[in-house]
T-cell receptor, first 117, second 113 residues
Framework: AQTVTQSQPEMSVQEAETVTLSCTYDTSESDYYLFWYKQPPSRQMILVIRQEAYKQQNATENRFSVNFQKAAKSFSLKISDSQLGDAAMYFCAYRSAREVTGNQFYFGTGTSLTVIP | DAMVIQNPRYQVTQFGKPVTLSCSQTLNHNVMYWYQQKSSQAPKLLFHYYDKDFNNEADTPDNFQSRRPNTSFCFLDIRSPGLGDAAMYLC????????????FGPGTRLTVL
């Protein structure tokens, strides 16, 4: 199984400030997808942003952007202008792009983000 | 709206009493996943289906089984629940070989007495 590591179990950020969550992964594949998911307390897992490994351009979704470093196998999430509603557990996740055999979807260990008013 | 539905949302069972959790989807996705998530931990992949092909993770206990009778439905059977099996069980669906991100259901919270 591929390994996805989030080295920051907990992070905090002041409201309106910027925070970066880190993620590294280990794979021998060249084509894959990376995701950041958000899981608010007692609520559903929802997609924040995704990145295809073959794309060099970093993905951006409104206040959320990633820094994808393929050679370093690093995939960090930057949240700009943090809002109280951003408080949640954030999971980095990996999925192979192989159609038949590569459908495992693995999560990192998670980072709990607190937003301070 | 197309979605992933899990029933029941809360399930209480007794130690050793078999229990079945249900997942259905209207997305026509060919991949379905089952995850176990314990408090403050990451979801752990138990197994997944690629169409009808069942793929078990190496460390998934034999106590956990699954069935997928058709594209829309997938079941998680816990044959003899132990106290350590109390957790949130998440179902997710996806389309193989695509950039479509897995879509998650709301989960079923399992309590073992």
């Amino acid at each position: 199984a591929q390994t996805v590591t989030q080295s920051q179990p907990e992070m905090s950020v002041q409201e309106a400030e910027t925070v970066t969550l880190s993620c590294t992964y280990d794979t021998s594949e060249s084509d894959y997808y990376l995701f950041w998911y958000k899981q608010p307390p007692s609520r559903q897992m929802i997609l924040v942003i995704r990145q295809e490994a073959y794309k060099q351009q970093n993905a951006t979704e409104n206040r959320f952007s990633v820094n994808f470093q393929k050679a370093a196998k690093s995939f960090s999430l930057k949240i700009s202008d943090s809002q109280l509603g951003d408080a949640a557990m954030y999971f980095c996740a990996y999925r192979s792009a192989r159609e038949v055999t590569g459908n495992q979807f693995y999560f990192g260990t998670g980072t709990s983000l607190t937003v301070i008013p | 709206d197309a979605m992933v539905i899990q029933n029941p949302r809360y399930q209480v069972t007794q130690f050793g009493k078999p229990v079945t959790l249900s997942c259905s989807q209207t997305l026509n996705h060919n991949v379905m996943y089952w995850y176990q998530q314990k408090s403050s931990q990451a979801p752990k992949l138990l197994f997944h289906y690629y169409d009808k092909d069942f793929n078990n993770e190496a460390d998934t206990p034999d106590n956990f089984q699954s069935r997928r009778p058709n594209t829309s439905f997938c079941f998680l059977d816990i044959r003899s629940p132990g106290l350590g099996d109390a957790a949130m069980y998440l179902c997710a669906t996806s389309r193989a070989g695509s950039v479509i991100s897995p879509i998650f259901g709301p989960g079923t919270r399992l309590t073992v007495l």
